[in-house]
């Protein structure tokens, strides 16, 4: 029956979120009980120490940095990947090792690819 | 989970070979003078990996990826639309000012989707190649970057095609909620041993809204005319032909493997679609006078025909609609092929009035234009006729005689705006200056091709055919 | 045996080769690829004949084009003796006329054309007589249907040329008219249009009727009548025969090959190969027999009053496909087929020899202009000579063989045959008189043309002679393959009707039991009367050459008859090209422009459009309304999905 399905091997990970939930937030609700609060108008500005901000925030940026993001995503988030095969790797072997040389490989393909099209160049 | 290892992927030969040739294809591009190096690479790498798929029958992944006949037929569906896509594009991307070699990578990655696509035997790895061919398509359709109109189509094949995605995953999750399964097969059984029910029949809804959408199917279509019209014309030429016979490769297995026991439900609401299409696209096309916008429409209302064999269902429906579709893509692929021919530096070629007298001026370009219409609108001996008469055949031996009857009356509809086309070439005098032909050795080469084979199979169809009733098994 | 697909191929091939890169490249040579094609058809069907009589025959379907049911459109060949006769006929007369083509048509514009044209024709008529079904029979009916139409307006800028190829085709409308609707009921009837199936199912439906307007018709008299429709028109018989004549506009060796010898010869064959159906409605046959005896006499009192050379040839034509029809109205198919072999080779030559004269006379073709040839073109005129005294029947020329055996069985063939016999053998005095008349006219005597004409006399090239020797062999030769046993018995030899013998496996041999004495008394007869004919013309055209215009004069209504041509064309004229002419411009015209066809054809695309130009305000083009149509369309499904499920 559907109904019936429960997936308690995720159970831990349910067990997760709600204990780092219950973390974050007991850290934020006691810190406001506790803290003092004394506000005056030097101390309310954004950026207290720094610089006086001039201008609308909203302003454009360049569209390199979309390039930047995308490069980003490609050479380092991919790289995740190495990660639960390296902690299974002694457990498949040689052929996990050619499959990651592969993976690794089609990344490089892409890095030498964005090299050649000046993705690395500011400019 | 089962021992991994090298032999799991001898079925996927042909998918590897077209993996690795993207890839070459990218590279080979940083360092080639001449663009063309890529698209003849590309078409070498679809001459290997066709030779291995008839050596790569058989299941892989635990029956995630099947390599059976029915999948080959469409997998050679796409290699010739690769083919002939190259073929039309070389000389076209230079007067569009677009000759990039990712082109040619790009169109080896849509298809290595579309074959995923037809080999899949679970609903992920369906999406996984339906979210390659479509990523693919969608930069493909945007590629003349200076091009308000392609970028356009492609913003909007970008986010429809996303909506279509949230649909068929919607579906997918829905069916494996209720069977617990992703697998196809074992979602068939699942469901003869549970049965009808709410919502399983929704989610069978959504996965045919999000097969809808990729075959184009009304109302599902909305996006094809613009993005068709919008797109550079070698990629509309692809898009209408691949990723078309790839949704139906797919819709085919998931209805008729997944929900063959429930299509006594089904089937009425697809023939309810299926002759929605035709009327829509028909009709619609009718009250164009661009020729691409045209061909959109005609695509739409094709997919109201092809999609008669998942009606009829079985070996026989099945049969049919791939020697439809086989069929399609060449006549489509030509008939665009002409198009291409017309457009050349600041003119675009694609109004009706730039056909006028083409017979006169260019008596070879409005003969074999003359055959494309011939057979879109299914006059025999072209290849058109062939598959139209299967499918009807096919549709009454079903016992939709009178579906079979509306059929012919849209095709009779249809027959206006194409053989409009064919007084425009013939009856009319060609007007202001006479268009130039832009005829390079690989246009002149896919038009030889198609325009061979359209009439080859209106003359001696038993080949193909036996070969896609062997394929459907 | 699969060589014998060559036969058809090669011509096809230099059809497709001429009329691609005629125009440009082979132009003056197109000659060179038709010629060797036939050429090497010939040499195939040698090697077919060969086999054929070894005993090896063939039926099988090459491919098949589509399947529906019982319905198949396929290509097949049969291969037997009535096939192995046609295809020899077919070959070695059109090879030979494309021989002699090279020098007649040596300067005209179209060269290249005409010979795409023929090839095309030869290859359709090979398609003709090799078909093993009924589908396609009928389209390469309508090939060298419209390959004829073609040559005969082969000449087009010539109002007359492509008039009579207009008239040609339309004329052959009505008999395949019936031809069709023969096919057709054959297919319900069956529910197959294969030969085989067909003639093995045809006598279980011999005794069914069918109801036609409250009259019982026998179903397989009413099929093989429809069917011999389509023979009437194309073999020219009366009273379709109106478009033959005038077919003589296109060029001298079309109507040797075409109007003569092959194409018009393919109702004859048609009747022949479907005998089975034939045989079995004697109502049919008689109507064969008739139609072919009155044919025969009808076409050859218009012949003896013809001044024009080439039409006097084509009536003559129309006069002989009649006895071939006789032939196979009273059962003797082979008889008809033996007659068709035979005429193929004296007619086609009496059609080149004409073209030579032509050739000579610089395109003249009235026989009063002409006269005393026989000095000048001497190989001409002994051919012509040969071939006029075959047809004619004089013995042992190949003429008298065939005509014999038909009259012969006409004789004996019962019911109308004795009628028939007699309007045969009045038709072989008059056949003989007019073939004279036309030898006496044209080559003795004084020259009539003018002194320009004089000058220009000469003989043909060899290129046209050698095919008039060639088919003169035939004409004088064709016939010993199927002498009568009351004559080879005379030089010791008991069976010699080997063509009879070779035919009899598919179209039968009817017996006859009659005395010798009898056969003898008729064949005496025949001959008697043909040379009565040589003879009367022979007095009216070299001794007294008064006679023929008092005759004319005293006769003047049956002269006048026959020089017009009994009027059949002014009388189909008044009666169908002129009340058709009046319905197409006022009747249809009005109400198509006015009411249907406006109404049609721009009333429905109109609907349509303003139907489509609402559907086209939903494509804005704008993305959002595009999401919302198909947001829309799903939620439509879904809900007609739970509520059906309720």
Not at chain 2, 46 to 63: D, E, L, M, N, Q
Not at chain 2, 114 to 120: E, V
Not at chain 3, 234 to 241: M, R
Not at chain 3, 346 to 365: P, Q, R, Y
Request: aromatic share 14%; hydrophobic share 55%; charged share 10%.
């Amino acid at each position: 029956m559907p109904g019936s399905y429960l997936p308690s091997s995720y159970l831990p990970v349910l067990i997760f979120l709600v204990i780092s939930l219950v973390f974050g937030l007991g850290a934020l609700v006691m810190g406001g009980m506790f803290r003092l609060r004394r506000p005056y108008a030097e101390k309310l500005r954004p950026y207290e120490s720094g610089v006086t901000p001039v201008g609308e925030p909203r302003q454009r940026f360049s569209v390199r940095f979309y390039v930047i993001a995308m490069l980003f995503v490609v050479f380092d988030v991919e790289v995740i990947f190495l990660y639960p095969w390296a902690v299974v790797f002694d457990r498949i072997g040689l052929f996990a090792f050619i499959e990651m040389v592969i993976f690794i490989f089609i990344l490089l393909v892409g890095y030498v690819y964005a090299w050649r099209k000046e993705a690395f160049v500011w400019e | 989970m089962n021992e991994i290892n090298v032999s799991m992927l001898a079925p996927l030969l042909p998918e590897v070979i077209m993996a690795s040739a993207g890839i070459l294809v990218l590279l080979v591009e940083l360092v080639a003078r001449r663009k063309e190096t890529a698209g003849l690479l590309s078409i070498a790498a679809v001459a290997v990996a066709a030779y291995y798929v008839p050596h790569s029958f058989g299941k892989s992944f635990g029956g995630m990826f099947v390599s059976d006949g029915y999948s080959a037929f469409f997998k050679f569906i796409f290699f010739i639309n690769l083919i002939l896509t190259v073929l039309l594009s070389m000389r076209y991307l230079v007067i569009e000012k677009s000759n990039h070699g990712e082109y040619y990578s790009l169109v080896v990655f849509s298809t290595l989707g579309m074959m995923l696509m037809a080999s899949a035997g679970d609903l992920i790895v369906l999406y996984l190649g339906l979210e390659l061919m479509a990523l693919s398509s969608y930069v493909l359709a945007g590629f003349i970057r200076h091009d308000a109109r392609s970028s356009e189509a492609a913003v909007k094949y970008f986010l429809l095609g996303a909506f279509s995605s949230a649909l068929l995953l919607y579906g997918i999750t829905l069916v494996y909620g209720l069977t617990g399964t992703t697998d196809v097969s074992l979602i068939g059984a699942a469901v003869v041993e549970k049965g009808l029910s709410t919502p399983l029949f929704l989610s069978v809804v959504f996965l045919m809204a999000a097969f809808g959408f990729k075959t184009a199917l009304a109302p599902f279509h909305m996006w094809a005319p613009d993005v068709y019209e919008g797109a550079p014309t070698s990629v509309t030429a692809f898009m209408s032909v691949g990723p078309k016979a790839a949704a139906f490769a797919a819709f085919g297995r998931v209805f008729l493997t997944g929900f063959g026991s429930l299509s006594t439900d089904w089937t009425g609401i697809l023939v309810v679609l299926s002759i929605l299409t035709m009327a829509v696209g028909n009709i619609l096309a009718i009250q164009q006078d661009n020729i691409k916008r045209m061909l959109a429409y005609s695509s739409v209302a094709h997919a109201g025909y092809a999609v008669l064999g998942i009606i009829v269902g079985g070996a026989e429906g099945l049969a049919a609609m791939m020697n439809y579709l086989f069929i399609y893509g060449f006549m489509n692929l030509g008939a665009f092929a002409v198009v291409i021919m017309l457009r050349s530096e600041g003119v675009r070629g694609e109004a009706l009035e730039d056909y006028k007298g083409l017979a006169k001026t260019h008596p070879f370009a409005a003969a074999v234009m003359l055959v494309f219409m011939f057979s879109l609108t299914g006059i025999p001996p072209t290849a058109g006729f062939i598959g139209k008469f299967y499918l009807f055949k096919a549709v009454v031996g079903a016992g939709y005689a009178w579906l079979a009857v509306v059929t012919v009356i849209f095709s009779a509809i249809s027959a206006y705006f194409y053989l409009r086309v064919v007084m425009y070439m013939y009856m009319l005098e060609p007007e202001g200056e006479a268009v130039t032909l832009s005829l390079s050795p690989s246009l002149g080469l896919a038009l030889l091709i198609t325009t061979l084979v359209v009439i080859l199979i209106g003359v001696y169809p038993s080949p193909l055919l036996s070969f896609a009733r062997l394929a459907a098994g | 045996m699969q060589y014998y697909l060559l036969i058809p191929l090669l011509p096809l091939g230099a059809f497709l080769l001429n009329i691609m890169l005629g125009r440009r490249v082979i132009r003056r040579q197109a000659h060179w690829p038709s010629t060797l094609a036939v050429a090497g058809s010939l040499v195939v069907t040698v090697m077919v004949l060969l086999d054929v009589m070894s005993g090896r025959t063939l039926n099988e379907d090459l491919y098949v084009w589509i399947v529906s049911g019982n319905f198949k459109v396929s290509v097949g060949f049969m291969i037997d003796q009535l096939t192995a006769v046609m295809l020899v006929v077919v070959t070695s007369v059109s090879f030979l006329v494309h021989v002699y083509s090279i020098g007649y048509m040596q300067d005209d514009p179209g060269y290249y054309r005409f010979y795409a044209y023929l090839s095309l024709f030869t290859f359709s008529m090979l398609m003709l007589v090799t078909a093993n079904n009924f589908l396609q029979l009928y389209f390469g009916w309508e090939a060298v249907g419209l390959c004829s139409y073609l040559l005969i307006g082969f000449w087009y800028e010539k109002r007359s040329a492509s008039d009579a190829g207009k008239k040609a085709f339309i004329v052959n409308r009505f008999g395949d008219f019936g031809f069709g609707l023969g096919v057709i009921m054959v297919f319900l009837t069956f529910g197959t249009l294969d030969y085989v199936s067909v003639f093995d199912g045809a006598g279980g439906v011999a005794a069914q009727t069918i109801n036609i307007l409250g009259a019982d018709v026998n179903l397989i008299t009413l099929i093989a009548l429809l069917l011999f429709c389509g023979a009437v028109g194309k073999s020219a018989q009366v009273p379709l025969h109106v478009w033959l004549p005038d077919a003589m506009e296109g060029p001298t060796p079309v109507s040797a090959l075409i109007h003569a010898a092959t194409m018009v010869t393919a109702g004859v064959f048609m009747v022949a190969r479907l005998n089975p159906i034939f045989s079995l409605s004697p109502v049919a046959m008689d109507v064969v027999a008739v139609v072919g005896a009155v044919t025969a006499l009808f076409a050859a009192t218009i012949a003896l009053v013809q001044n024009d050379i080439k039409r006097v040839i084509a009536y003559s034509t129309i006069s002989q496909l009649g006895y071939m029809f006789i032939a196979c109205g009273v059962g003797a198919f082979g008889a008809g087929i033996f007659h068709l072999y035979t005429h193929a080779f004296f007619k086609a030559l009496l059609f080149l020899c004409a073209g030579s004269v032509m050739h000579a006379m610089g395109g003249e073709v009235d026989m009063q202009k002409m006269g005393g040839l026989k000095r000048y073109m001497p190989l001409t005129y002994w051919t012509m000579l040969i071939a006029s005294l075959s047809i004619s029947g004089i013995p042992p020329l190949a003429g008298f063989f065939s005509k014999d055996e038909i009259l012969w069985v006409a004789f004996n063939g019962g019911g109308v045959g004795r009628a028939v016999w007699a309007l045969g053998t009045l038709a072989a005095v008059l056949t003989a008189f007019y073939s004279f008349r036309l030898i006496y006219l044209t080559f003795h005597g004084e020259f009539r043309g003018t002194e320009e004409q004089r000058h220009h006399l000469h003989e043909s090239p060899a290129v046209m002679t050698v095919p008039l020797a060639v088919l003169c062999v035939g004409a004088v030769a064709a016939g010993w393959i199927g002498i009568p046993p009351i004559i080879s018995s005379v030089f010791g030899v008991e069976d010699a009707n080997w063509f009879a013998e070779f035919l009899k496996p598919v179209v039968g041999h009817p017996e006859i039991e009659a005395p010798h004495s009898t056969e003898a008394l008729v064949m005496g007869f025949s001959v008697a009367v043909a040379a009565v004919g040589i003879a009367v013309a022979w007095v009216f055209y070299i001794r007294n050459r008064e006679i023929p215009a008092v005759l004319a004069r005293r006769c003047g209504i049956l002269y006048r008859l026959l020089f017009n041509k009994y009027y059949v064309d002014e009388i189909y004229n008044a009666t169908v090209v002129r009340p058709a002419m009046l319905i197409a411009r006022y009747v249809l015209v009005g109400l198509s422009d006015g009411v249907i066809i406006e109404g049609v054809v721009n009333g429905v695309p109109a609907l349509i459009n303003r139907f489509g130009a609402r559907l086209r305000r939903l494509q804005s083009g704008l993305l959002q309304s595009y999401a919302a149509v198909m947001a829309l369309g799903l939620f439509l499904l879904m809900a007609v999905v739970v509520m059906v499920l309720k």
